[in-house]
C-alpha cells in the first residue's frame, strides 16, 4: 500500500506559481510512474501532467503545457509539479497518483492509477 501526502497548495494571485510536492511512503517509490490531475469543482478529475519511473519521460495536458513542469526525485520519494502563469482556471483540488508501470510509462488517465493522496487546494485569483 502506498502513502501519498501532497503539500504546496493555497491562494496565489492570477500569473503567479506554486509548487506542488507530493511524497510517498512506498520505498520502492521508483517502481511507480507517477502523475499529477486536477478536480474542479462540479467536474471530473483530469489530467494535469505525468513522469515516468526515472523521470526521463514527461507529459502533460494541453492545458498547462509551457506553463507546468513535473519532476521527481526518488531519493527523496517525492514528485514535484511546478505552475507558473497561473489563472483562475486553474483553480481545483490537486491531486497526485502513483502507477504501477512499464519503465518508459507515464500515467495520463485515472484508470491507470493504484494509489491516490489526499489533494491540496489550489486557488487561483484574478
Known amino acids: 500500500q502506498v502513502q501519498l501526502v501532497e503539500s504546496g497548495g493555497g491562494l496565489v494571485q492570477a500569473g503567479g506559481s506554486l509548487r506542488l510536492s507530493c511524497t510517498a511512503s512506498?520505498?520502492?517509490?521508483?517502481?511507480?510512474?507517477m502523475g499529477w490531475f486536477r478536480q474542479a469543482p462540479g467536474k471530473e478529475r483530469e489530467f494535469v501532467a505525468g513522469?515516468?519511473?526515472?523521470?526521463?519521460?514527461?507529459v502533460f495536458a494541453d492545458s498547462v503545457k509551457g506553463r507546468f513542469t513535473i519532476s521527481r526525485d526518488n531519493a527523496k520519494n517525492t514528485v514535484y509539479l511546478q505552475m507558473s502563469s497561473l489563472t483562475p482556471a486553474d483553480t481545483a483540488v490537486y491531486y497526485c497518483?502513483?502507477?504501477?508501470?512499464?519503465?518508459?510509462?507515464?500515467?495520463?488517465?485515472?484508470?491507470?492509477?493504484?494509489?491516490w493522496g489526499q489533494g491540496t487546494q489550489v486557488t487561483v485569483s484574478s
Open positions: 497518483g502513483a502507477s504501477s508501470s512499464s519503465l518508459y510509462a507515464v500515467p495520463d488517465s485515472t484508470r491507470l492509477i493504484g494509489y
Open positions: 512506498e520505498r520502492t517509490f521508483s517502481f511507480y510512474a
Open positions: 513522469i515516468s519511473r526515472r523521470g526521463d519521460k514527461t
